[in-house]
C-alpha cells in the first residue's frame, strides 16, 4: 500500500482559540549550532533595541542613532565588546554573505542595509563579499552566510509576514506557499542551498505594519523605533506576532484577531523543527526606551 505523505492542515494548528490569539505555544530543536551567549539549553532569545529618536516626526532616520542601534543589538546577541567583534562573531572576511532584506509592502528601510554594509566592510568584510541575496533569481550556492532583514508587518496572505516569509522566493513558485493558509513557509528554509546558512535575523521594527495591506493603510503604521533580533528565527516572529497582535489590540480596545491566521509560525516549530514558538521559553531582552513596548 502507498504509503501517504502527511498534509498540514488549518486543523492541525487552529485549536481553541489559537486562530484568534495564536496562543502562547510557539518551540522546537534548536536549529543553529550552539546556543547564543546566557542562552539556557532549549530556550531562546530575543533582543529588542529601541530609541525614540531615531526617527523624527516626518519619519527620517537618524542613522549615526541607528548605527549605535545595531551595535547594541549586535554585542548584545553576540556577547562581544564591539560592532566589529561582533560581526566577525557572526561572519568572517571569508564568507559570502547575501542580504535578504523585505522588498515590498513596509521595506526594509535604505538607511539600515546602508548601515549594516558600512559596518561589514568596517569590520573586514570585503565589498565584494557583500550580496543583495533577496529574489527569485539569486544563485544562493555561493552564498555561505545568510543575514534576514525582514520589516515588520501584518500580511494578507499569511497573518504575518516577517521572518518565515521572508524566503517566500527561494522557493521558485510564491504561489505554492500559500494555500493551507502558508502552513508551509517554514519548508523553504530547509532547502539544502538555504539550510543553515542564516546567521542573524535582524528585522526592521522602526516603522511596523499591523495590518495586512496589500497597500499600506497609513492608520496602520506606528513609529516602534526598533530593531528586533536573533538567531532562532521562530523565536523572533513569535515575539514579533506579540507586538503586532498587542497593537492591534490597542489600536481596536479589543482582541482583533489576524486574517487569515498565521499559523506559518507554529508549523515552522511543530513540523519544520526551525526552533522556539512556546513564549515561556523565549527569553525577551529589551534596551533603550521602554514606552509601549508591546511585550
Same mark, same amino acid.
Given at each position: 500500500?502507498?504509503?501517504?505523505? *502527511?498534509?498540514?492542515?488549518?486543523?492541525?494548528?487552529?485549536?481553541?482559540?489559537?486562530?484568534?490569539?495564536?496562543?502562547?505555544?510557539?518551540?522546537?530543536?534548536?536549529?543553529?549550532?550552539?546556543?547564543? *551567549?546566557?542562552?539556557?539549553?532549549?530556550?531562546?532569545?530575543?533582543?529588542?533595541?529601541?530609541?525614540?529618536? &531615531?526617527?523624527?516626526?516626518?519619519?527620517?532616520?537618524?542613522?549615526?542613532?541607528?548605527?549605535?542601534?545595531?551595535?547594541?543589538?549586535?554585542?548584545?546577541?553576540?556577547?562581544?565588546?564591539?560592532?566589529?567583534?561582533?560581526?566577525?562573531?557572526?561572519?568572517?572576511?571569508?564568507?559570502?554573505?547575501?542580504?535578504?532584506?523585505?522588498?515590498?509592502?513596509?521595506?526594509?528601510?535604505?538607511?539600515?542595509?546602508?548601515?549594516?554594509?558600512?559596518?561589514? &566592510?568596517?569590520?573586514?568584510?570585503?565589498?565584494?563579499?557583500?550580496?543583495?541575496?533577496?529574489?527569485? $533569481?539569486?544563485?544562493?550556492?555561493?552564498?555561505?552566510?545568510?543575514?534576514?532583514?525582514?520589516?515588520?508587518?501584518?500580511?494578507?496572505?499569511?497573518?504575518?509576514?516577517?521572518?518565515?516569509?521572508?524566503?517566500?522566493?527561494?522557493?521558485?513558485?510564491?504561489?505554492?506557499?500559500?494555500?493551507?493558509? $502558508?502552513?508551509?513557509?517554514?519548508?523553504?528554509?530547509?532547502?539544502?542551498?538555504?539550510?543553515?546558512?542564516?546567521?542573524?535575523?535582524?528585522?526592521?521594527?522602526?516603522? *511596523?505594519?499591523?495590518?495586512?495591506?496589500?497597500?499600506?493603510?497609513?492608520?496602520?503604521?506606528?513609529?516602534?523605533?526598533?530593531?528586533?533580533?536573533?538567531?532562532?528565527?521562530?523565536?523572533?516572529?513569535? &515575539?514579533?506576532?506579540?507586538?503586532?497582535?498587542?497593537?492591534?489590540?490597542?489600536?481596536?480596545?479589543?482582541?482583533? *484577531?489576524? $486574517?487569515?491566521?498565521?499559523?506559518?509560525?507554529?508549523?515552522?516549530?511543530?513540523?519544520?523543527?526551525?526552533?522556539?514558538?512556546?513564549?515561556?521559553?523565549?527569553?525577551?531582552?529589551?534596551?533603550?526606551?521602554?514606552?509601549?513596548?508591546?511585550?
Amino acid at each position: 500500500m502507498k504509503k501517504r505523505t *502527511p498534509v498540514v492542515t488549518r486543523r492541525d494548528f487552529i485549536r481553541g482559540t489559537v486562530g484568534a490569539t495564536l496562543g502562547a505555544t510557539l518551540l522546537g530543536p534548536k536549529w543553529l549550532k550552539g546556543k547564543g *551567549p546566557g542562552q539556557a539549553e532549549g530556550r531562546s532569545s530575543v533582543f529588542i533595541v529601541r530609541d525614540q529618536h &531615531v526617527m523624527d516626526t516626518s519619519m527620517n532616520i537618524d542613522k549615526s542613532i541607528l548605527e549605535k542601534m545595531l551595535e547594541q543589538t549586535l554585542t548584545k546577541v553576540t556577547g562581544k565588546n564591539n560592532i566589529k567583534q561582533a560581526w566577525l562573531g557572526l561572519v568572517n572576511p571569508e564568507d559570502v554573505i547575501g542580504l535578504v532584506p523585505t522588498p515590498l509592502m513596509n521595506p526594509t528601510h535604505d538607511e539600515l542595509i546602508e548601515v549594516i554594509k558600512e559596518t561589514l &566592510v568596517s569590520a573586514g568584510i570585503p565589498p565584494g563579499n557583500i550580496r543583495d541575496a533577496q529574489g527569485k $533569481s539569486v544563485d544562493l550556492d555561493p552564498i555561505t552566510a545568510l543575514l534576514c532583514l525582514p520589516g515588520l508587518k501584518a500580511h494578507w496572505l499569511t497573518g504575518i509576514g516577517t521572518t518565515i516569509k521572508n524566503y517566500i522566493l527561494y522557493s521558485g513558485a510564491p504561489r505554492n506557499y500559500h494555500h493551507q493558509d $502558508s502552513a508551509k513557509l517554514g519548508e523553504i528554509w530547509n532547502f539544502p542551498q538555504v539550510k543553515g546558512k542564516t546567521r542573524l535575523i535582524l528585522v526592521d521594527a522602526l516603522h *511596523p505594519v499591523c495590518d495586512k495591506g496589500p497597500q499600506v493603510d497609513p492608520r496602520y503604521r506606528w513609529a516602534y523605533n526598533g530593531l528586533i533580533a536573533g538567531t532562532d528565527p521562530v523565536a523572533v516572529d513569535t &515575539v514579533c506576532l506579540k507586538i503586532i497582535m498587542a497593537q492591534r489590540k490597542k489600536l481596536r480596545g479589543e482582541p482583533w *484577531p489576524l $486574517s487569515p491566521p498565521p499559523i506559518c509560525v507554529e508549523a515552522a516549530d511543530k513540523v519544520y523543527k526551525l526552533g522556539t514558538s512556546n513564549l515561556k521559553n523565549i527569553d525577551i531582552h529589551t534596551i533603550g526606551w521602554d514606552q509601549d513596548l508591546l511585550i
